[in-house]
């Protein structure tokens, strides 16, 4: 029996961030941007996301802001300058928004089927020696706003899809298969086995972030498989939310902004804005992971 890619595994615990304390001719479609990039240079080794640009016919921008959720502090940093210049940061967050959260007689939401995710991202971000991103962005910023589902939503729209986490499993296990009979990958090479034996051991950090961070490569491929068909709230039925939270803020007058979400989601999101008539235009790459030579 096959085990569990280690890709999977990451991308469960990277695709949901949560805290507790004129589009192409029909006859030939452009190819979609890649959010994620494992680049090597002499010195190094890079895990990169992309910042790309889409202009609507009105002259509204919209910049897709790819982000891996536990990062070298550097990346976090470059990203506060960066997010002083849009009208509106909408970022993603399943739960309250930032603002509400810790004040005083807020209402505490039951975050206990989530709990596993901020373990997990905890673990890879003490075993990787990187930072969190809740921790190194700056959520209070006055252009901030919440563009993701509540808890309440998230978990009655997961019931009415019928989507589990073992499910969530099985077509992320589904979706690796195929690729790996298109490629001839082995996937026991990337299994979960591999990533718990990799967590456990921290003499090493470097070496550990390389082996985790040339995984990120099949994102993109894994999440366009996994969304065919009628989608998941994982993914699609949150980029719903977002871009009616992006309606709004266009409709009360916002001309540049910002989608700051996982890189995971942004291929569907740059689909959505296509088909809304915006014109793709520059990429950036921002370095998340450094991994130098020794």
């Known amino acids: 029996m096959r085990r569990f890619p280690l890709l999977a595994a990451c991308l469960l615990a990277c695709a949901v961030l949560r805290a507790e304390s004129p589009a192409p001719p ?20 890079s895990l990169e996301t992309a910042v790309v640009s ?16 536990i990062a070298d502090k550097s990346y976090f940093d470059a990203l506060n300058l960066r997010f002083r210049s849009y009208d509106a940061v909408l970022y993603e967050l399943v739960g309250k928004p930032m603002d509400l959260r810790g004040k005083p007689g807020a209402e505490k939401e039951d975050a206990s089927s989530l709990a596993w995710v901020g373990q997990l991202q905890a673990a890879m971000r003490d075993a990787l020696d990187l930072h969190g991103q ?25 019931e009415v899809k019928k989507e589990s986490l073992l499910g969530l499993y099985f077509k992320l296990w589904q979706a690796q298969s195929e690729m790996q009979s298109e490629t001839g990958d082995d ?28 995984q990120f490569d099949q994102v ?19 980029n719903r ?6 309606d709004k803020q266009i409709a ?5 902004l910002a989608i700051f979400y996982g890189a995971a989601h942004l291929q569907d999101m740059e689909k959505r804005l296509l088909e809304r008539g915006f014109q793709r235009g520059k990429t950036e790459w921002l370095r998340a992971w450094w991994l130098p030579y020794e």
């Open 54 to 69: 889409f202009t609507s016919p009105t002259k509204v921008v919209v910049d897709l802001v790819g982000a891996i959720h």
């Open 220 to 238: 993109e491929r894994l999440m366009a498989r996994m969304e065919a068909g009628d989608g998941t709230v994982i993914v699609g039925e949150r």
């Open 187 to 214: 996937p026991d090479a990337a299994s979960l086995a591999m990533m718990l034996q990799l967590l456990m051991n921290k003499d090493n950090p470097v070496e550990l972030k390389r082996a985790v961070a040339g």
């Open 241 to 246: 939310v977002a871009f009616e939270v992006l």
């Open 26 to 45: 029909a006859e030939k479609k452009a190819a979609l941007t890649d959010y994620v990039r494992f680049e090597s240079h002499e010195d190094g080794d």
């Open 134 to 158: 809740l921790e190194g962005i700056d959520y209070r910023a006055k252009n901030f706003i919440h563009a993701d589902m509540s808890l309440p939503q998230f978990q009655k729209t997961r």
């Open 252 to 256: 009360a007058g916002k001309k540049h």
